[in-house]
């Protein structure tokens, strides 16, 4: 891993301790609430934990690949990763961004629509899909909870298509800055200043904009005041009124 990457890795929060709940790992993720094991209480966390395969991934490394048979569905824990899929011509378009608490590998029970990657070292629980199928009969809620999930997913991936289909450079990068501020503060993380996992090559390929434009659109943000370059991957937003208005095209 590289020295930029691995001073770069953002860390969660520590969780809150939960009474009575020492026995079981899961409890003591720092994601809980926000993961898709947030629909259980205590006592069923153990029901999920039996079926659970932690995973580290170092910078780089694929938790799957597009085309391969989709046996296993993931939880990112720790760390962030990108989803990818290659244009028959060679070039590549990121689909979208993973961040803790997000669920990866639900859009189809045949074979992954994309290539999962982290972009920082990365933590999973890693379930295997017909073990995870059974669990739903015994816990309900859980697949209830997968559900709103992939509600979500599905809304992003509406927003996705704005971005690329009607929306300016600048719009774009405006509306990408302020998506990272909301999932920073979901995360509760800091967000002045904003830590930027990803590349501006990655953020051009999941914006469809070459990396120039990336750097050059960052650069006129910052002369004109509405934010301020503190390094490639930490940024402050010095003026979020405007910042939004450009988003919405005004």
């Known amino acids: 891993m590289s020295t930029e990457h691995s001073q770069n890795v953002v860390r969660l929060p520590e969780p809150a301790k939960r009474a009575g709940a020492a026995e079981s790992p899961c409890a003591a993720c720092p994601i809980r609430d926000l993961a898709v094991c947030s629909a259980l209480d205590d006592s069923e966390l153990n029901h999920l934990n039996a079926i659970r395969l932690p995973v580290q991934l170092p910078h780089g490394a694929a938790a799957f690949d597009e085309g391969e048979p989709a046996d296993y569905v993931y939880n990112l824990t720790g760390g962030f990763m990108?989803?990818?899929?290659?244009?028959?011509?060679?070039?590549?378009?990121?689909?979208?961004f993973v961040f803790?608490?997000?669920?990866?590998?639900?859009?189809?029970?045949?074979?992954?629509?994309?290539?999962?990657?982290?972009?920082?070292?990365?933590?999973?629980?890693?379930?295997?899909?017909?073990?995870?199928?059974?669990l739903f009969r015994e816990l309900p809620k859980l697949e209830r909870r997968l559900l709103d999930i992939s509600r979500n997913e599905l809304a992003e991936a509406h927003n996705q298509m704005l971005l690329l289909g009607r929306k300016s450079a600048k719009e774009r990068i405006a509306s990408?800055?302020?998506?990272l501020v909301a999932r920073a503060?979901?995360?509760?993380?800091?967000?002045?200043?904003?830590?930027?996992?990803?590349?501006?090559?990655?953020?051009?390929?999941?914006?469809?904009?070459?990396?120039?434009?990336?750097?050059?659109?960052?650069?006129?943000?910052?002369?004109?005041?509405?934010?301020?370059?503190?390094?490639?991957?930490?940024?402050?937003?010095?003026?979020?009124?405007?910042?939004?208005?450009i988003a919405e095209g005004y």
């Open 82 to 96: 990108k989803l990818y899929k290659l244009m028959p011509d060679g070039r590549r378009q990121i689909t979208g």
């Open 185 to 245: 503060e979901r995360l509760e993380l800091s967000t002045d200043p904003l830590e930027i996992p990803m590349s501006r090559n990655d953020i051009g390929d999941y914006l469809g904009l070459t990396t120039e434009t990336v750097s050059r659109t960052l650069t006129r943000l910052k002369q004109s005041g509405v934010i301020a370059l503190n390094s490639d991957r930490r940024i402050s937003i010095a003026d979020p009124a405007s910042l939004g208005e």
């Open 100 to 134: 803790p608490g997000d669920f990866l590998g639900l859009a189809s029970d045949t074979e992954y629509v994309h290539t999962a990657e982290a972009i920082t070292d990365a933590s999973l629980c890693k379930f295997k899909r017909v073990q995870l199928e059974r």
């Open 176 to 179: 990408f800055l302020i998506m």
